[in-house]
């Protein structure tokens, strides 16, 4: 995973914190596959100005509140966000399969 990030966004993270991982089973066209969400490390300005983005997979960032990067997620994504924000205080990571906690 450290690893994954330093390719592609080129930051050495020190620190991740496992969050949720959730089964997509297979739909239109689409294979299964797992999903997975991790906290990260508070970023420094000096980290955030070295970030390099991917020039084929990514064309900029944006650093948001949890509450508007919820308004910016397909839903998908911004149930899985939801579900990981309930238990994010509790120290707990989360299991879901389809949307559905399990």
Known sequence: MFREIKEEI??????LKFL???YKSAKEGK?????????????SSSQIKR?????KELNE??????????LMLNENLKNRLEKCL???????????????EV
């Open 10 to 15: 080129g930051l050495d993270v020190l620190d």
């Open 20 to 22: 949720c991982v959730e």
């Open 31 to 43: 294979d299964e596959n797992l999903q997975f969400i991790f906290q990260g490390e508070i970023l």
């Open 51 to 55: 970030m390099k983005l991917p020039a």
């Open 61 to 70: 960032y944006k650093f948001v509140k949890p509450e508007e990067a919820l």
């Open 86 to 100: 309930k238990y994010i205080d509790k120290n707990k990571a989360i299991y879901l399969e389809n949307g559905k």
